[in-house]
């Protein structure tokens, strides 16, 4: 059965503390890892795609990687507004369309 | 770009009774998605458009669901004799067919059962 799963649940970090967040999935032939982030009451915002092992991709402060098994979204000296849930998600085996998408990683980071 | 839109973005209503949401896509998106998002999950996979066809279906998606997108541009979901148990955020998403395929998420409509 595919599976995508996050962790830690939530972390809470000091302003500039570095961090990463783990995303692990089990899926037959992956077609794409997808990030997303996501404000209190509000739809989620796209981040990142990635498609084959060894991929990186880089926002501001966010650098997102990609294995054959998992996926990191690190985050290097992070401010307050960078608190928010990270979601990240892949297509499931038999569907080229829909999204699985794992529960998320409630960040806090404390000025 | 002026981003996908749902309306409303809250609907309280009392249980037995029917919700109809709407989901305005990006306009030169054809794909069109539906999802259910509870407190502390991921968004659920409902239902998916590509133009105005309804191609995948999750086994979510009760008897008591349907979801319809007549022309290809908007969509509506609608709940019938709703439950508490249908109590989340309803996302949609759309994307278009050239491309990566990036699906692009609206705001979301919050449904609280009473």
């Known amino acids: 059965e595919d599976q995508v799963t996050q962790s830690p649940e939530a972390l809470r970090l000091q302003e500039g503390e570095s961090s990463s967040l783990n995303c692990s999935y089990t899926?037959?032939?992956?077609?794409?890892l997808f990030w997303y982030r996501q404000d209190p009451g509000k739809g989620p915002e796209f981040l990142f795609t990635l498609y084959s092992a060894g991929e990186e991709k880089e926002k501001e402060r966010l650098k997102a990687t990609l294995t054959k098994k998992e996926s990191f979204l690190h985050i290097t000296a992070p401010k307050p507004e960078d608190s928010a849930t990270y979601l990240c998600?892949?297509?499931?085996?038999?569907?080229?369309?829909?999204?699985?998408f794992g529960s998320g990683t409630q960040l806090t980071v404390l000025p | 770009d002026t981003g996908v839109s749902q309306n409303p973005r809250h609907k309280i209503t009392k249980r037995g009774q029917n919700v109809t949401f709407r989901c305005d896509p990006i306009s030169e998106h054809n794909r069109l998605y539906w999802y259910r998002q509870t407190l502390g999950q991921g968004p659920e996979f409902l239902t998916y458009?590509?133009?105005?066809?309804?191609?995948?279906k999750s086994r979510l998606l009760s008897d008591r669901f349907s979801a319809e997108r007549p022309k290809g541009s908007f969509s509506t979901l609608e709940i019938q004799r709703t439950e508490q148990g249908d109590s989340a955020m309803y996302l949609c998403a759309s994307s278009s067919s050239t491309g990566r395929e990036t699906q692009y998420f609206g705001p979301g409509t919050r449904l609280l059962v009473l």
């Open positions: 899926v037959s032939g992956l077609r794409g």
């Open positions: 458009f590509q133009n105005e066809a309804q191609l995948e």
């Open positions: 998600a892949v297509p499931p085996s038999g569907s080229a369309r829909q999204l699985t």
